[in-house]
């Protein structure tokens, strides 16, 4: 295989109703005929999109954001938070009544029996409130960790703890993860097993936290729905997901 295409989840391989478009999957049905190496890369949890891998036939991901990156099946790398940090964090967000979801590669859980903002961010995904364990960050690697704020409320948290990114992906939610920590990161990990050349790396995407993966592709690619800083750094910008964006923009590459 001589390139490999990375594709973000939400608003680019799923739809805005969060369903899988059919020329999605029959355009990666092509890639994979066409000898091209599929892979995700996606701020979801690996268990978060463990349907969506089986659905495509998928084995390889960059997940949390870069911070957890399976290679075939096998975990390659993995880059944990500072656990004595998070707990320094919870306590504060505890304090400015802001709840956090922890999450390992397995599972997550909330720090708080109930928030409307976990309820409303989550179920966007269509995922429940996640179950009660305020010491799930005790002796476990956590590889990210939400924090429910409303918009700009996390300036404080950017300003006090240096030891984190931050990247807002809901109006209510905002993912947490180790200094410099993204997307790109993850995906050199993958490209370094690989042996991928840079020009032969693509990257579709259409968020905030898609920025730094589309600066490190080759190639990088902006949905027709992405937000407007992406589709200023991209190097080509294809339809919304909900017209066929990932057909057609593939389509354009000559890749299908």
């Known amino acids: 295989m001589s ?35 599929v892979a995700i890369a996606t701020g979801r949890a690996p268990f978060m999109f463990e349907n969506l891998l089986k659905e495509l036939d998928i084995d390889s991901f960059v997940s949390f954001n870069g911070q957890y990156v399976v290679f075939e099946g096998e975990p ?17 967000a505890a304090y400015q009544g802001h709840p956090v979801v922890f999450m390992d590669n397995q599972t997550m859980k909330s ?6 903002f976990i309820e409303t961010s989550l179920g966007g995904l269509k995922f429940a409130h996640p179950e009660y364990d305020e010491q799930f960050y ?34 209510y939610s905002v993912d947490v993860l180790p200094a410099g920590g993204s997307k790109a990161e993850g995906i050199k990990k993958m490209i370094e097993r690989l042996s991928f050349r840079p020009e032969d790396v693509y990257a579709f995407g259409d968020g905030l936290n898609d920025l ?8 990088g690619v902006a949905m027709g729905n992405a937000v407007p800083q992406l589709k200023e750094l991209a190097n080509m910008i294809t339809r919304d997901v909900d ?11 000559n890749l299908i």
């Open 3 to 37: 390139k490999i295409v990375f594709f973000d989840i939400d608003g680019t391989l799923l739809d805005h109703d969060k369903n899988l478009p059919a020329s999605t999957k029959e355009a990666i049905k092509k890639l994979k005929e066409n000898e091209v190496f």
């Open 76 to 92: 390659i790398y993995k880059n944990a938070l500072n656990n004595q940090k998070i707990q320094e964090l919870y306590k504060e």
């Open 111 to 116: 720090a708080v029996k109930h928030h409307d």
């Open 138 to 171: 005790v002796d476990r690697d956590l590889f990210q960790t939400l924090l429910f704020c409303e918009e700009g409320k996390e300036k404080f948290y950017e300003e006090n703890y240096p030891e984190f990114t931050f990247i807002r992906w809901h109006p």
């Open 212 to 219: 730094e993966m589309l600066e490190a592709a080759g190639t």
């Open 243 to 253: 017209d066929d964006g990932i057909w057609h923009g593939l389509k354009k590459l």
